[in-house]
């Protein structure tokens, strides 16, 4: 497997994903439309496979009791999505380089969603926030 790079807009944070990564999952809760504008794309490794290459802009927002988010303090990209001690980071997966090989297979907060766009695509949807380890629910390969 050949490892994947990424970063923000202005390359004071780069990474490298030396794991698998799951497919795309959609986010449209009322913290990911507001940090990035719409709905929120983000692919997943396990947490030990992201290596930050360059941190020098990184800063974290804890968005959540449970979670944090974690943005280029330069230029305000948003890069992680993160669960406190969690198995697995979650990586926007726009700020990847290159062509990446995955699609969005799931919806999540539907319910949520802003009113001005239609899901279309086929993927699954959850009207709410789904248990992450769910059987049907897009898994890293290899994290149990």
């Known amino acids: 497997m050949t490892d994947r790079t990424g970063g923000c807009l202005c ?22 439309r507001r940090t990035s504008g ?3 794309a ?4 396990a947490s030990g496979d992201l290596v930050l290459e360059r941190n020098k802009g990184l800063r974290w927002y804890r968005s959540s ?19 406190t001690g969690g198995p697995r980071v979650s990586i926007a997966a726009g700020t990847l380089d290159g062509a990446t090989g995955l699609r969005i297979d799931a919806h999540l907060f539907t319910a949520d969603k802003g009113d001005y766009y239609a899901i279309t ?5 959850w009207p709410q926030d789904p248990d992450p380890d769910a059987p049907d629910y897009p898994q890293v390969p290899g994290l149990a």
Do not use: I
Request: charged residues 15%; contains cysteine.
């Open 65 to 83: 009791p449970e979670a944090s988010r974690g943005f280029c303090g330069e230029c305000g990209a948003s890069l992680f999505w993160a669960v």
């Open 121 to 125: 695509d086929g993927g699954r949807q």
């Open 38 to 40: 719409h709905f929120a």
């Open 42 to 45: 983000f692919t997943a490794c």
């Open 11 to 32: 390359g004071a944070v780069r990474y490298r994903v030396t794991g698998p990564l799951r497919q795309v999952v959609a986010c449209h809760c009322g913290q990911c």
